[in-house]
């Protein structure tokens, strides 16, 4: 079946740093999203993309879907204790437009203070 | 507005018995999910209804597990003779469109943390 690969596993940094984890899928996707999930909580969207070299902004964050559409990235500039808790990317099923999402392992961002 | 609500938050049962995990949609949302998620691990795909419709089932882990959604709203997810390998967060989400959640935010209840001693 699909698989999403998710690196690093972890991920600590100072405030202020800039930080990125890195999504990689064996197929083609036609879209990715991006979810962040607080210690002790639930999975809440960030975002979607679609296009082939997509790039999106939200404030400190820039993901970008890659051309072939089989990779992507969250990039977070000037981390900040808020920034805590544990990044998922998701794809769906090949060829499918239904509901299952394949989610990534996720990337575990920790933020010193 | 109220988001997708579940219960019980925390279920602790004995190996053997039966457990039922309540999900609540957001009101209208046409899609619901079910998604198990072990400690340090993403979530993993348990089954999709659409309506009342259950169109993929295919995450269900074994034949104890049994998800409904009879009047397209509210879903139960039961797991018959729990095992301790059962032990996890199920997570539901729900999203708006018929046209699938592959193209749509999903939407995630607080999850039910079960625990099989």
């Known amino acids: 079946g699909q698989q999403v690969m998710q690196i690093p596993q972890y991920q600590h940094v100072q405030e202020g740093e800039d930080f990125t984890t890195y999504c990689n899928s064996s197929t083609t996707l036609s879209n990715i999203q991006w979810y962040k999930q607080r210690p002790g909580g639930h999975p809440v969207f960030l975002i979607q993309?679609?296009?082939?070299?997509e790039v999106k902004k939200q404030k400190r964050l820039t993901f970008q879907f890659g051309e072939a559409k089989k990779n992507s990235s969250l990039h977070i500039t000037a981390t900040q204790t808020t920034d805590v808790g544990t990044y998922f990317c998701?794809?769906?099923?090949?060829?499918?437009?239904?509901?299952?999402?394949?989610f990534g392992r996720g990337t575990q961002l920790t933020v010193w203070p | 507005g109220a988001g997708v609500s579940q219960s019980p938050r925390y279920k602790v049962a004995k190996r053997g018995q039966d457990v039922a995990l309540r999900c609540d949609p957001i009101?209208?949302?046409?899609?619901l999910f079910w998604y198990q998620q072990a400690l340090g691990q993403g979530p993993e795909f348990l089954t999709y209804?659409?309506?009342?419709?259950?169109?993929?089932k295919s995450g269900l882990p074994s034949d104890r597990f049994f998800a409904e959604r009879p009047e397209g709203s509210v879903s139960t997810l039961k797991i018959q003779r729990t095992q301790q390998e059962d032990s996890a967060v199920y997570l539901c989400?729900?999203?708006?469109?018929?046209?699938?959640?592959?193209?749509?935010?999903?939407?995630f209840g607080p999850g039910t943390r079960l625990t099989v001693l």
């Open positions: 989400a729900s999203s708006l469109d018929m046209a699938g959640g592959a193209y749509n935010e999903q939407f």
């Open positions: 009101s209208g949302h046409v899609s």
């Open positions: 998701a794809g769906p099923d090949r060829g499918s437009t239904l509901g299952r999402l394949y």
């Open positions: 209804f659409q309506n009342e419709a259950q169109l993929d």
């Open positions: 993309l679609v296009k082939s070299g």
